[in-house]
Each structure stands twice: as C-alpha cells, then as structure tokens.
C-alpha cells in the first residue's frame, strides 16, 4: 500500500471513531455497540494495511 493511501485510511479511521465516541456521549449508543463498532473500524484499517 502507498503511504498516501495509509495516510488516508487512517484518516477514515479516526473521523469513524471520533462519531463513535461522539454517538456514545451523546447517548445513542451503548458501551457493547461502541465497542462493536470501534472492533469493525480497526479491523477495517488492518485490513487496509495488510492489504486485503
């Protein structure tokens, strides 16, 4: 993977995390779904690093 594609998947990381911990503070979501949700966005950025 070039850098600038990382740069970019780890970008889209962040921003899907940050509405995570947002939508929990917020109230929207309880702690097994924002825990979910933060597993699937990790495992997503993996992904894209390892190249899948």
């Given at each position: 993977?070039?850098?600038n594609d990382l740069d970019a998947e780890v970008a889209t990381f962040l921003d899907a995390?940050?509405?995570v911990y947002d939508?929990?503070?917020d109230g929207?979501?309880?702690a097994?779904?924002?825990l979910s949700q933060?597993?699937?966005h990790?495992?997503?950025l993996r992904d894209a690093y390892e190249g899948e």
């Open positions: 993977m070039a850098p995390a940050e509405r939508e929990y503070d929207y979501v309880d097994d779904s924002a933060l597993g699937d990790v495992a997503t």
